[in-house]
C-alpha cells in the first residue's frame, strides 16, 4: 500500500525457488478468511440438511471464540458453558502474542478498518496521520467494559461478601486475624507495616460489615448486558435480523417466507452508524466502543510479542502513522493495548525501523491502559448499581410482563438474563419466524432478548422443532431433546414444554360473539387429545320477520316469509326446528331453492302443522381451552380468521420454565 | 536506507505467514469436517425422529397374526382412544362415540406376493356385542353380498365388514382385486380365532324375532332416538317380506314387564298427543293398541319385559299378522 | 525484522520475567476456565423436593386428646375457663419457653365483622401464656391484604402489644420453600418459617367462618396463614392442601372461636349480619376434633366438610370428638 498503488506482497524468486510473503498480505488473508467465515455462517443458519443450510455448521464458534461472552457468562452464572471454552484459546494467545483478535481474526474490525480505507483515500498523508493520531476518548472503551463487567459481577460479589458472615470456619479465621492485627498494630513499630495491617484490618471491617448490610437484600444482582456492544454478537444480530432478511430476492432465496422483524430500527440504526463513523475517523468502533478490544487491550498489555521501535534508525517521519489502525503513537511511545497488530507501520517504516519482537520498544511503551483509579471505580460502581435498579421495576417478580413469551427451553427469567448475548441466533434459525428481539417489553435487561409473536412468522412455535436452544451459545435457552420438547419417554411425567397458555377471547371470536361458524383454532391445535375442544350450540338466526310453514312436500318445506338466501342458509351449518312439533332436535338444510327449504331428513311430517312457525338456527361450535393440554405454541392465534387483534391469543401464563407462573395445580 | 518500494520481506516474515497459511487452512477443514455432525435441531426434522415408543407398550401386537399367510404388515399398528378417534375418522367417530365406544385398532397389510396394494383393518372394540352389532347394522353398505363362510358379515366390492362378540371390524382394499377380497376373508377369519369365545354367541337379538318370512339382512339394533322418538333406545328392527309388501317390525327388551308396559303406553301416547288415532278393531295381541297415524299403521304391544310392535305398516291386515306372530314367538 | 538485533543481557532478564508473568497469567486463565467449564445446559429447576426442611412436633407428648367447648358471650372469661378445664396453660407451656400464637389477621378488617381473631381473645391467651411462665410470647400471620394494615385495623397489634406479645410483620427474608413429607401441593414452597426459630410451643387460634370454596374456615385451614408465595391456586385442590398443612404443622393447641360465627359471605364476611352470635369457645390439643366440634355452630356436617376426613386420614386428630377427654362448660 505504498506510492499509491497496491502491491501484492508476495513474490517468487524463480532462480533461487524461494518464496517471500509479506505479514500484511498474510493478515489480509487472514481476515478476509474470518470475515468470509463470518458471512457463511450467518448464511448458513438456516434449518435444513443441504449443504447451504445449517446441517452441522459450527455457526457459532466465532461467537465462542470471543472471550467477552466466556468472560460474561462466568462471571454471572459462576460456569463457562461448554463451547465458550474456546475463548480460553483467544485469551491465552493474546496473553502471548497482544491484540491479534483485533487485526487479523475480528470479521467486524475488518468491516470497519475496509471502509476506513476507503474513506482515507482521498485524503492526503498528512490529514491521514493525523485521523489516526491517539485520542483520550479511546479510553471509553474500557469504561464501557468495566461497567459492563461490573453489571456481570453482582451475585458474585454478593456470595463472597456472604462468605465472611454465613460460615462459621470463616468467622473463626477473620477472628484470629484481626487478633494478630491488632497484636501487630500495637507491637510493629515500622510505618509501612503498620500500614499494611491498618490495611488489612480496614478491608476485613469493611469485608464483613458489608457482608451483614447486604445479607439477604436486592443491594446486589448479576445482569448480562455485553451483548449490547460485544462486536461479534453486534455483528451477528445486525447481520441476521437486519440485512439477511431483505436478501431474499429472485436469485437468492435463503428461507422460504418473508421474514420479518419487529423492533429492529435500533439494531440497524446502530450498526450503520458504527459503518458509517468510520467515513470519520477509521476503525472508530474498534477505538473508542470496543469492550472486546478493550477487554485484550487489558489482557494484551504484557504480552511477550509486540510491535514497537528497533534500537535505532528512527526519524520521526511519522510515516508508520498513515495506515496505524489502533491509533497507539508507534512513532513515538507507543501504547501497546491500543495496538491491534495490523502490521500496517512495519509495512510503511521507510528506515526497516519497525518490527514486531519480543523486547519493549525502543522509544518506550505504554502498557496500561489510560484510565484513572476514579474512572475505573466509578465505571465498576455504575455497572454493579445499575442491576438492581433496573430489577427494581419487578420484571423478574411480581411485575412480570405475561406478554414476553419466552422460547421454548428458556432458563427462568432471572437466569436468562444473566445468559442472553443478545446474538439474534435463535431469531435467524427459527424456521417458522416467530422470535424477534424485545424492545423494552421485558425490562431494560432485556432490550433484544428473544420474545414470541404468533401473528408474524408462519405457523407458531412449531411442536416438533428444538432448534432455538441447540443454536443458542450460552445456553440462556437450553438444548432440549425432541422427548423433552413433547413430553415423551423420560419426560412423560412433566409433559410437554409449555410457553404459554391460549385465551379466548369471547368477544371477539366469530362463534362466540358474531353467531359465525369457525373452528380454525381446534382444527390447528396441534396437540393430541386437542387443547381446544367445543361444545356445541343452537343459536336462532335473527331474520327480517319471522318464517310460517305452508306446505311440505318430502323432505322440503315450503315457507312463507323473508327470503333465505341459500348462499348464506344451505352451507349446512344452519338448521331449523318448527314450533309445537316433534322432534325437537334440529334439522340440517340442506339446500334452499324455488321449491323452499331442503331438509337432510323430514321428521316434522306427522306432527308439522301449516302456519307453524319455523326458526332457522345456526349449529355453532364454541371453542373452549383446556389448560391442562394448552401448551402455548400459538398455532391458533397463527390461524384465526380475526386477523387484526386475534380472538385467541397466547400470554406467558402457566409457562413451564417458571413454576411461579402456574395456572393449574 | 531502504526504502519500502525495495523492502523484500524476510525469511522469518515468511515463514511465519506460511504458518499462520497453514492455521487457516486447518481452521477450514475443521469447519468443513465438523459440518458432517448434523446438529441435533436438524435430526429432529427428519420423520423418524418424531416417532416415540408409548411408554406403555414397547412392542405392540399387531392388529391381526398373520405369521404364515402371505400377508404382512405394512404399517405400524395405531391405537386411539375416545379422545383420538376422530383423527383417524373424523366426523364419522359421532356415531362410535354415542354408541359405547371404547378403542379402534388400526392396521394395514400387503400381500408379499403383490405389493403396491394392501388392506386397512380397522378393529372397534364397542365394549358389549350389543354395541359392536348396533354400530355394524347401522352402518350396513347398500350393496351389500353375503358370505357364508363368514357369518354376521357382509362385502361390498372392496371391502369386508364383520362384526364379532365386541368387536366390529372393517376391512378395506385399496381396490376391488380378487386377491385383496381373498385376503380379507382370511385377515377376518384370523381375527375371530383371535377372539374366540365370542364367537359362539348368538348374534345379539337373533332370537327376539320370528324367522318366518324375515330378511335376516336387515336386522338392526338402534342404539337411541329410534324412528326419531327420545324414549325408544335399545330398540331392535327387522323387515319382513310379506306378500310382497315390506313391514318394519321393531322389538326391546325392557328387562321389566313393569318398564315395557311403561314404554309402550308412552310411545302410544305420544303418537296421539300428535295425531295419531286409535283405530277400531280388535287389538290382534292382548292390550295392544293400534293406531292410524295419517296414512300408514302402527302397532305397540308389550309382553313381558318386551315391547314390540309394527311400525309404519300400510296395510292393516299384514300389520295384524305380523303382530300376532311376534307375540306368539316372544311367548316362548 | 530484515535486521533484528539479538536481546541485550538486560533485554533477556525482562523478556524473562515478562515469559514468567505470561505464563501466570496463562495458568490462571486456564485454570479457571477449565475449573468453571461445564459441558451440559444448566438444568431447569425440576419438582425434586430439593428442601428437607421439617417443622418439630409442637404437641406436648405426655398430654392426650382434650377438647373443651365453653358457652359465654365474653371471650378471655370462655377460654380462660377452657384452658382451665383442660388442665391450664401451666399443662402445656412450660416456664421459659417461647410461645407462638398463630391468629387469623387475614384481613384489613375491623374485629366487630368477625373475619379475624378477636383483639380480646388475642389479649387473653397472651395473658395465659404468659402467667403460665412463658418466657416470649409472638403473634404473627401471613395476611392476604397489606401486613401493616392488617394487623392495626383488626386491632390485634394493640392488642398483642398491651398484653406483653411481640408482632412480627411477614417479610420475605422470614419464608424458606419447605416441601411437606407425602403431600404433593406444598413442594418447595415457600413458607414461614423465621418466626418459628426457638419458638417450643405453637397455638393455633380461628374464628368459625363459612368459605365458599372449602365449607368452612376453622383451626385446620387457619395454617394456610403460613404459606407464601402465589398460594392461591392451591384454591383448586383446597381439601387435599388443609391435608397437607395438618401434615406440616401439629400444633400444641388451637383455639377455635365461636363467639361470633361468620355463617354466610365468608371468607371476608363484610356485614354484621353475616354472623350469628353462637357463644361457644372449643380449645382442644386436637384440630381435627375442634373443627368437627365447629362444624355445628355452622350448621354442617363433618359430611360437608371433606377436609376433616383428610385431615384425619394423616393421623393428625379425630374427627369424633367426644372420644377425647372431653368437657362442656357454661360461663357466667
Given at each position: 500500500m505504498s506510492n499509491g498503488y497496491i502491491r501484492i506482497g508476495l513474490t517468487l524468486k524463480t532462480e533461487h525457488l524461494s518464496l517471500s510473503m509479506s505479514i500484511i498480505l498474510t493478515r489480509r488473508i487472514s481476515q478476509i478468511f474470518f470475515f468470509l467465515l463470518f458471512l457463511w455462517f450467518s448464511i448458513v443458519t438456516?434449518?435444513?440438511?443441504?449443504?447451504?443450510?445449517?446441517?452441522?455448521?459450527?455457526?457459532n464458534w466465532l461467537l465462542e471464540l470471543d472471550p467477552l461472552v466466556g468472560l460474561g457468562t462466568l462471571l454471572a452464572t459462576g460456569t463457562l458453558y461448554a463451547?465458550?471454552?474456546?475463548g480460553l484459546l483467544t485469551i491465552l494467545l493474546t496473553i502471548v502474542l497482544g491484540r491479534f483478535f483485533c487485526g487479523w481474526v475480528c470479521p467486524f474490525g475488518a468491516l470497519h478498518q475496509a471502509v476506513g480505507w476507503l474513506a482515507n483515500r482521498k485524503r492526503n498523508t498528512s490529514q491521514k496521520i493525523k485521523a489516526n493520531r491517539y485520542r483520550r476518548g479511546q479510553t471509553i472503551k474500557y469504561i464501557i467494559l468495566i461497567f459492563l463487567l461490573g453489571a456481570a459481577v453482582g451475585e458474585l460479589i454478593a456470595r463472597l461478601l456472604r462468605v465472611a458472615t454465613s460460615q462459621s470456619t470463616v468467622d473463626a479465621i477473620i477472628a484470629i486475624v484481626l487478633l494478630l492485627c491488632g497484636i501487630g498494630a500495637v507491637w510493629v513499630n515500622r510505618k509501612s507495616w503498620q500500614q499494611w495491617i491498618s490495611g488489612l484490618l480496614a478491608v476485613i471491617i469493611g469485608w464483613v460489615l458489608l457482608g451483614l448490610f447486604t445479607d439477604?437484600?436486592?443491594l446486589l444482582a448479576a445482569s448480562l448486558q455485553?451483548?449490547?456492544?460485544?462486536?461479534i454478537p453486534l455483528f451477528f444480530r445486525s447481520v441476521n435480523l437486519t440485512l439477511l432478511p431483505l436478501v431474499d430476492g429472485r436469485t437468492i432465496t435463503l428461507s422460504q417466507g418473508t421474514r420479518i422483524y419487529p423492533g429492529t430500527v435500533a439494531i440497524g440504526l446502530i450498526f450503520w452508524t458504527a459503518v458509517l463513523l468510520n467515513l470519520i475517523i477509521p476503525r472508530f468502533y474498534c477505538r473508542f466502543i470496543c469492550p472486546l478490544g478493550a477487554l485484550f487491550g487489558i489482557l494484551g498489555k504484557n504480552a511477550l510479542y509486540r510491535v514497537g521501535q528497533k534500537a535505532e534508525g528512527c526519524t520521526?517521519?511519522?510515516?508508520?502513522?498513515?495506515?496505524?489502525?489502533?491509533?497507539?503513537?508507534p512513532s513515538s511511545t507507543i501504547r501497546t493495548s491500543e495496538c491491534?497488530?495490523?502490521m500496517n507501520c512495519i509495512d510503511d517504516c521507510r528506515h526497516a525501523v519497525m518490527g514486531y519482537h519480543a523486547y519493549p520498544s525502543a522509544a518506550g511503551e505504554?502498557?496500561?491502559?489510560?484510565?484513572?483509579k476514579r474512572e475505573f471505580a466509578a465505571a465498576l460502581v455504575s455497572g454493579l448499581a445499575a442491576v438492581p435498579l433496573a430489577r427494581m421495576a419487578g420484571n423478574t417478580g411480581?411485575?412480570?410482563?405475561?406478554?414476553?413469551i419466552r422460547p421454548?427451553?428458556?432458563?427462568?427469567e432471572a437466569q436468562f438474563l444473566k445468559r442472553?448475548?443478545?446474538?439474534g441466533q435463535c431469531m435467524r434459525v427459527c424456521p417458522t419466524n416467530v422470535i424477534h428481539p424485545a424492545g423494552l417489553q421485558s425490562g431494560?435487561?432485556?432490550?433484544w432478548t428473544p420474545v414470541l409473536n404468533?401473528?408474524?412468522?408462519?405457523?407458531?412455535?412449531?411442536?416438533?422443532?428444538?432448534a432455538c436452544g441447540n443454536l443458542c451459545p450460552t445456553a440462556a435457552i437450553r438444548p432440549i431433546s425432541l422427548a423433552e420438547r413433547l413430553g415423551k419417554d423420560t419426560f412423560t411425567d412433566q409433559g410437554p414444554i409449555r410457553i404459554g397458555m391460549a385465551f379466548v377471547d369471547r368477544s371477539r371470536c366469530l362463534p362466540w360473539a358474531m353467531d359465525r361458524p369457525c373452528i380454525v383454532c381446534q382444527e390447528n391445535c396441534p396437540v393430541s387429545p386437542k387443547a381446544i375442544f367445543t361444545r356445541e350450540e343452537y343459536r336462532p338466526v335473527r331474520l327480517e320477520g319471522t318464517l310460517h310453514l305452508s306446505g311440505m312436500q318430502d323432505n322440503r318445506l315450503l315457507f312463507d316469509g323473508p327470503t333465505l338466501p341459500a348462499q348464506r342458509f344451505?352451507?349446512?351449518d344452519y338448521y331449523v326446528t318448527i314450533d309445537?312439533?316433534?322432534?325437537?332436535l334440529p334439522v340440517r338444510i340442506i339446500d334452499i331453492g324455488p321449491n323452499g327449504i331442503s331438509l337432510a331428513?323430514?321428521?316434522?311430517?306427522?306432527t308439522a302443522r301449516t302456519g307453524a312457525r319455523i326458526t332457522v338456527l345456526v349449529r355453532l361450535q364454541l371453542p373452549f381451552v383446556d389448560p391442562a393440554s394448552?401448551?402455548?405454541?400459538?398455532v391458533c392465534e397463527h390461524e384465526c380468521?380475526?386477523?387484526?387483534?386475534?380472538?385467541i391469543r397466547v400470554t406467558a401464563e402457566n409457562e413451564s420454565r417458571e413454576p411461579r407462573h402456574r395456572l393449574v395445580l | 536506507m531502504q526504502t519500502a518500494f525495495q523492502k523484500q520481506p524476510g525469511h522469518a516474515e515468511t515463514r511465519i505467514s506460511i504458518i499462520i497459511l497453514a492455521v487457516l487452512v486447518v481452521v477450514a477443514g475443521w469447519v468443513y469436517l465438523r459440518?458432517?455432525?448434523?446438529n441435533p435441531a436438524v435430526v429432529a426434522l427428519?420423520?423418524?425422529?418424531?416417532?416415540f415408543a408409548s411408554s406403555a407398550d414397547i412392542t405392540p401386537a399387531a392388529?391381526?397374526?398373520?405369521?404364515?399367510?402371505d400377508l404382512i404388515p405394512f404399517s405400524p399398528p395405531e391405537h386411539f382412544g375416545p379422545d383420538t378417534l376422530y383423527e383417524k375418522i373424523n366426523g364419522r367417530a359421532d356415531l362410535y362415540l354415542s354408541s359405547g365406544y371404547i378403542s379402534l385398532n388400526a392396521q394395514r397389510f400387503t400381500l408379499q406376493s403383490a405389493a403396491g396394494n394392501w388392506i386397512e383393518v380397522f378393529a372397534y372394540d364397542m365394549g358389549t356385542p350389543e354395541n359392536a352389532f348396533s354400530v355394524y347394522s347401522m352402518q350396513r353398505r347398500d350393496a351389500a353380498t353375503s358370505d357364508r363362510?363368514?357369518?354376521d358379515a357382509y362385502r361390498t366390492e372392496n371391502a369386508l365388514f364383520m362384526v364379532h362378540g365386541q368387536f366390529y371390524l372393517e376391512l378395506i382394499g385399496t381396490n376391488a382385486d380378487d386377491m385383496l377380497n381373498e385376503a380379507m376373508g382370511t385377515l377376518a377369519r384370523r381375527f375371530a380365532e383371535s377372539h374366540a369365545?365370542?364367537?359362539?354367541?348368538?348374534?345379539?337379538?337373533?332370537?327376539?324375532?320370528?324367522?318366518?318370512?324375515?330378511?335376516?339382512?336387515?336386522r338392526q339394533l338402534i342404539?337411541?332416538?329410534?324412528?326419531?322418538?327420545?324414549?325408544?333406545?335399545h330398540i331392535y328392527t327387522a323387515q319382513y317380506l310379506i306378500d310382497g309388501t315390506r313391514l318394519t317390525v321393531f322389538v326391546s327388551d325392557r328387562q321389566t314387564p313393569e318398564a315395557a308396559s311403561a314404554l309402550a303406553d308412552n310411545f302410544s301416547q305420544t303418537l296421539i298427543t300428535f295425531g295419531a288415532t286409535a283405530v277400531d278393531i280388535k287389538p290382534p295381541v292382548a292390550n295392544a293398541s293400534v293406531l292410524q297415524f295419517f296414512d300408514t299403521y302402527e302397532i305397540i304391544f308389550s309382553h313381558g319385559p318386551y315391547v314390540a310392535g309394527v311400525h309404519e305398516a300400510v296395510d292393516l291386515n299384514h300389520a295384524k299378522i305380523m303382530a300376532k306372530r311376534l307375540a306368539e314367538h316372544l311367548k316362548q | 525484522m530484515s535486521n533484528p538485533s539479538a536481546p541485550s543481557p538486560i533485554n533477556r532478564r525482562e523478556f524473562i520475567g515478562r515469559c514468567t508473568r505470561a505464563g501466570i497469567y496463562v495458568a490462571a486463565a486456564g485454570s479457571i476456565g477449565i475449573g468453571f467449564h461445564q459441558a451440559d445446559a444448566p438444568r431447569p429447576?425440576?419438582?425434586?423436593?430439593t428442601s428437607m426442611l421439617q417443622l418439630p412436633d409442637?404437641?406436648?407428648?405426655?398430654?392426650p386428646g382434650k377438647i373443651c367447648i365453653a358457652h359465654g358471650a365474653d371471650r378471655a372469661t370462655t377460654v380462660r375457663q377452657a384452658f382451665e378445664a383442660l388442665g391450664g396453660m401451666k399443662a402445656l407451656v412450660r416456664p421459659g419457653e417461647r410461645v407462638l400464637i398463630k391468629v387469623?389477621?387475614?384481613?384489613?378488617?375491623?374485629?366487630?365483622?368477625?373475619a379475624t381473631s378477636h383483639p380480646e381473645l388475642v389479649a387473653a391467651v397472651v395473658r395465659l401464656c404468659l402467667e403460665a411462665g412463658a418466657d416470649r410470647v409472638i403473634v404473627t400471620d401471613n395476611p392476604i391484604n397489606d401486613p401493616a394494615s392488617c394487623f392495626a385495623l383488626t386491632g390485634i397489634r394493640a392488642a398483642a402489644q398491651k398484653s406483653g406479645a411481640d408482632v412480627i410483620i411477614p417479610r420475605d427474608t422470614l419464608f424458606e420453600p419447605m416441601t411437606v413429607?407425602?403431600?404433593?401441593?406444598?413442594?418447595n414452597w415457600p413458607v414461614m418459617v423465621g418466626p418459628l426459630d426457638g419458638v417450643d410451643r405453637v397455638i393455633g387460634m380461628a374464628p368459625v367462618k363459612d368459605h365458599h370454596r372449602s365449607g368452612a374456615s376453622m383451626t385446620l385451614k387457619?395454617?394456610?396463614?403460613l404459606l407464601g408465595g402465589r398460594?392461591?391456586?392451591?384454591h383448586q385442590d383446597v381439601h387435599t392442601l388443609i391435608q397437607e398443612l395438618a401434615l406440616m404443622i401439629r400444633p400444641t393447641a388451637v383455639v377455635l372461636d365461636g363467639?361470633?360465627?361468620?355463617?354466610?359471605?365468608?371468607?371476608?364476611?363484610?356485614?354484621?349480619?353475616?354472623?350469628?352470635?353462637?357463644?361457644t369457645m372449643i380449645v382442644s390439643t386436637d384440630p381435627v376434633a375442634a373443627d368437627a366440634a365447629g362444624a355445628a355452630l355452622l350448621g354442617r356436617t363433618i359430611a360437608d366438610l371433606p377436609f376433616i376426613g383428610k385431615a384425619e386420614q394423616t393421623g393428625a386428630?379425630?374427627?369424633?370428638?367426644?372420644?377425647?377427654q372431653f368437657k362442656e362448660i357454661q360461663t357466667g
Open positions: 438456516t434449518l435444513g440438511e443441504a449443504w447451504w443450510q445449517l446441517r452441522g455448521w459450527p455457526v463451547g465458550l471454552l474456546w439477604g437484600s436486592r455485553t451483548g449490547l456492544l460485544d462486536p520521526a517521519c511519522g510515516a508508520c502513522e498513515r495506515y496505524c489502525e489502533g491509533a497507539c503513537e491491534v497488530l495490523c505504554t502498557a496500561a491502559p489510560d484510565i484513572t411480581e411485575n412480570w410482563n405475561p406478554a414476553v421454548p427451553g428458556s432458563l427462568p442472553c448475548i443478545k446474538c431494560l435487561e432485556g432490550i404468533f401473528r408474524m412468522g408462519s405457523s407458531g412455535c412449531q411442536r416438533g422443532c428444538i344451505a352451507t349446512g309445537d312439533s316433534h322432534p325437537r331428513d323430514n321428521p316434522f311430517v306427522e394448552c401448551i402455548g405454541c400459538g380468521p380475526v386477523k387484526g387483534h386475534r380472538a | 459440518q458432517y455432525h448434523t427428519r420423520p423418524e425422529s418424531q416417532i392388529v391381526v397374526d398373520t405369521t404364515g399367510s363362510s363368514l357369518p369365545g365370542a364367537s359362539k354367541a348368538k348374534a345379539p337379538g337373533q332370537d327376539l324375532f320370528p324367522t318366518q318370512d324375515l330378511d335376516t339382512t336387515t342404539t337411541a332416538n329410534a324412528f326419531g322418538y327420545e324414549m325408544l333406545d | 429447576q425440576m419438582d425434586a423436593a409442637y404437641s406436648v407428648p405426655a398430654m387469623n389477621a387475614a384481613f384489613a378488617s375491623p374485629p366487630t365483622l368477625g413429607d407425602g403431600g404433593r401441593l406444598i413442594r387457619n395454617w394456610y396463614g398460594r392461591n391456586i392451591f363467639t361470633q360465627t361468620m355463617m354466610k359471605n365468608g371468607p371476608t364476611g363484610g356485614s354484621l349480619s353475616d354472623l350469628n352470635p353462637t357463644g386428630g379425630t374427627a369424633d370428638y367426644r372420644s377425647l
